[in-house]
């Protein structure tokens, strides 16, 4: 039986691939989701083999998903969207499939056999393995994006997001960096050197080894010794820079 979940903000296209499965018996559904962050909590706490994943949803569409979870778990994805011919062509060898909306009965079917035949080849051989092709795939898609617009971080057992906007400060902490945002803190596992490439340097700028700043959340700045400087923040943290990273803001104040 393959555990298979539906993941798209339209109801009119989660219940037309309901519909479209129900003919499969070894196909079941074990659950629906609306958004991005639905899918993510809801693909880690069940573990499907199968999600059909809508490309564009709210809080996080299906790239980033993808992204937020294969550090954990993959399943097989089937992407649904509604690009045109030309876009689809770009991921067509990676996902495993995808489905354009509005969804045609004859392609759904074609599309469950390629994934029966993708999932019964990967269990033989040695269990559920990861799709290295599409992670491939999402990095692609990342680094065209250029700057991220929110951060996943977990709490208990359960992801959420912070937008980074909404970030004041951030500094290392051992194997994880801490997002400063409203007096609370929240724990990302990655390091400042890799945050720091996914930030706008407009924006967000690097002033000690183990520091980054919002720019929009300086109170004030006042010159300390050597061509350092003590940075208050508007929610009353005192930042010390470095010598070394104190040139970009510098640049900055001239």
Same mark, same amino acid.
């Given at each position: ?22 003919? #499969? #018996? ?10 991005? =962050?639905?899918?993510?909590? %809801? ?12 490309? =564009? ?67 033989? =051989? ?9 992670? %491939? ?118």
């Amino acid at each position: 039986m393959i555990r298979t979940m539906i993941m798209d903000d339209e109801p009119l296209a989660r219940e037309r691939i309901r519909t479209l499965l129900a003919d #499969h #018996h070894d196909i079941t559904v074990i659950g629906e989701c609306r958004d991005g =962050q639905e899918a993510v909590n %809801a693909i880690l706490a069940n573990r499907p083999d199968l999600i059909f994943l809508d490309v =564009q949803m709210p809080e996080m569409d299906g790239f980033e998903v993808i992204q937020s979870i294969s550090d954990e778990y993959t399943p097989a994805t089937v992407f649904v969207t509604a690009f045109d011919e030309h876009a689809i062509r770009a991921f067509e060898v990676n996902a495993i499939d995808y489905l354009l909306k509005p969804i045609d009965a004859a392609r759904f079917e074609k599309t469950v056999l390629r994934v029966i035949t993708r999932l019964s080849s990967t269990n033989a =051989q040695s269990g559920h393995e990861p799709d290295y092709q599409l992670f %491939a795939f999402v990095e692609r898609l990342r680094a065209e994006r250029k700057y991220s617009t929110r951060f996943v971080v977990r709490t208990g057992s359960k992801l959420s997001f912070v937008r980074v906007s909404d970030v004041e400060w951030i500094d290392a902490a051992d194997n994880y960096v801490r997002l400063h945002v409203s007096g609370r803190e929240h724990f990302v596992r990655d390091t400042l050197k890799s945050v720091e490439t996914q930030l706008d340097p407009e924006i967000f700028v690097r002033v000690h080894r183990s520091l980054i700043i919002n720019l929009d959340c300086i109170e004030s700045v006042e010159p300390s010794f050597h061509g350092e400087y003590l940075v208050t923040m508007k929610d009353g943290a005192k930042l010390s820079t470095s010598r070394s990273y104190s040139e970009r803001l510098r640049e900055l104040l001239r």
